[in-house]
């Protein structure tokens, strides 16, 4: 059975399964990350962005934001990110933490998105020595309630970022589902636009493990290698988590995995969109609905094995898509919808 909680409910894709059992099968090779995979696919990250950043894997995602948030910041920094964003909500501290003490510093903003103006209000409400300093502006994209900051608004922060002397974070946990639905390149929202540090999700896409840290600034990732192991996220065998990244990366499979997820989110936002009682909360730009769906019905749902969340105010509902989800399951859980709303309005 498929749900529609995470994406990352998903397996692996078959292709970097493939690159998995190919790293596997190529014999012995050097450890922690001098193996002949992590130095290709390194490249092919560089590649990718058409740019000579720094490429480092771990992980997990909050791995890859709290370290990334600690090599920007000092204990007295703080970092500027919407109230929703992952690492204020879902990382357990774990920023401050690495960071050793800096604050998270949060603001609203409609559709998950941070605005120039938002920001420019925190890094002007106080200049004295008793407030922590802003350091960084931390951006999810795709956001946490599945809209996109266009390549414009990216820019605009950044502009903002630049003027104020804050550095810009990227939570790309869903990156690939961004660079989809804006169909742009990937270069395009990230250092061309004014990122210094993405946090590039690989495991949302179809791999088994592993997120890369990709630092623009090269600079920015002086001694980052240190920080990882500190932590306890430099592997050992760590071709396994590199090689995979080859199987998304050769014909654009990460961003294949990704145009079908966004493509199975639209179809649930239709099908679901003309159901009286069911409010659509956001607009899809990425692979996640938010829909409002009545309260008996949600639970009904579940109550017939369906999992996904519930956790944007009462009756909120998540549903997230992923690389492998089927047209046939999005059908028949929106058909299920469709009859349970009939019935309580009966
Ligand atoms: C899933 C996710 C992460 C990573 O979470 P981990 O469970 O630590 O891998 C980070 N940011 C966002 C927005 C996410 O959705």
Redesign the pocket.
Known sequence: MQHFA???YAGICPKALQALIQANNSGHEPAYGDDSWTTQVCDRIRDLFQTDCEVFFV???????SLALASLCQSYHSVICHEL???ET??CGGPEFFSGGSKLLTAQGANGKLTPDAIEEIVTRRADIHYPKPKVVAL?QA??VGTVYTVEEIRAIAAIAKRRHLRVHM?G??FANAVASLNVHPSEITWRAGVDVL?F?G??NGLPVG?AVVFFDRALAADFAYRLKQAGQLASKMRFISAPWLGLLDDDVWLRNARHANAMAQRMAARLADLPSVKLMFEPKANAVFAELPAQVATALRAKGWRFYQFIGSGGCRLMCAWDTREETVDRFTDEVRALCLGAAN
Do not use: V
């Open positions: 995470s994406d990352n992980f997990n995602g909050t791995a890859a934001n964003a992952h690492i879902d990382e999810t956001t946490e939570d946990a869903r946090c999700g495991t949302k997120e």
